[in-house]
């Protein structure tokens, strides 16, 4: 699960280079503010797309998907098992 945390701070970390560099770098055919917003807008679309498809890759390397799923098993069984056994104190 670290890994999944350094990824997590690497995305922001990508995220504000890029809102931070994109105003500050110089426009190399000298257009106007609009066209640098709209480079800026791809970029982090682009950003965002590489980490959802890192996100599930990692998700399913790591098997947190089979996990999660095994876990909410156990926890409807468990629920199950508590209410027989208050069915069964109620009884006596």
Do not use: H
């Not at 699960?1 to 990824?7: F, S, V, Y």
């Not at 679309?45 to 996990?67: A, D, G, S, T």
Request: proline share 2%; hydrophobic share 50%.
């Amino acid at each position: 699960m670290m890994r999944l945390n350094r990824i997590y701070k690497l995305f922001f970390f990508g995220i504000i280079s890029i809102l931070f560099l994109s105003g500050m770098a110089p426009n190399p055919n000298g257009g106007s503010a609009g066209s640098t917003i709209i480079s800026t807008i791809i970029a982090l679309v682009v950003l965002v797309l590489v980490f959802l498809i890192l996100r599930e890759f990692m998700c399913w390397y790591w098997k947190v998907n089979l996990m999660l799923s095994k876990f909410d098993n156990m926890v409807k069984l468990l629920e199950t098992l508590v209410r027989q056994n208050e069915k069964g104190y109620q009884q006596k």
